[in-house]
């Protein structure tokens, strides 16, 4: 059946392999529409497939289209910017510095306390994870390391 939207095996095999590494479900969609589509199955049995609108996968197939794979791979949903002002995201940087906190629950419990802003458990971890902490069971929330400074500091290490 001809669809006329046909891949060729590399593009094929690159759209599979971009599928099997992706991690976020919007953008394996996206891949997995173009790898139906080219199998021959029309853009509403592969809406209906997706769960998504017809109009969806035609803005996919446009996007790909015009501007190729990497765009397609592009989400640019940029996310709620969160109840936080700069000022109260800082403060709570710096109270997480301090060590006290040992888990979400009690962060949320702070913020709700000193900002009288609710977060939700797993709120407070997308926000921490925004602000550049990760969360260590033995050791609390931790900022990342500069990848910079490591890379310095081993230089060192490996002098001494």
């Known amino acids: 059946m001809t669809t006329g939207f046909p891949l060729d095996h590399k ?3 690159r759209i599979q392999e971009l599928y099997d590494q992706e991690r976020d479900h ?3 969609k ?3 529409a173009l790898l139906w589509i080219d199998r021959g199955h029309s ?3 592969v809406a209906h497939l997706l769960l998504v609108e017809e109009r969806t996968v035609r803005k996919w197939l446009k996007i790909y289209r015009n501007k190729g794979l990497p765009a397609l791979c592009v ?3 940029k996310g709620d910017k969160g109840e936080l002002s700069q000022n109260q ?4 940087k710096d109270e997480v510095k301090t060590g006290r906190f040992r888990s979400a629950k009690q962060v949320s419990a702070w913020i709700q306390q000193q900002f009288a802003i609710t ?3 797993s709120g407070v971890t997308r926000l ?3 602000l550049g902490c990760t969360y260590h069971k033995a050791s609390d929330f931790l900022f990342k390391a500069k990848p910079d400074k490591q890379k310095a500091w081993l230089q060192q290490y490996e002098l001494n």
């Open 119 to 121: 977060y939700s458990t």
């Open 11 to 13: 593009q094929r095999h």
């Open 128 to 130: 921490l994870e925004r």
């Open 43 to 45: 853009q509403f049995e």
């Open 75 to 77: 989400l640019h949903y």
């Open 30 to 32: 996206r891949l997995l």
């Open 89 to 92: 995201q800082q403060q709570l």
């Open 26 to 28: 919007r953008i394996a």
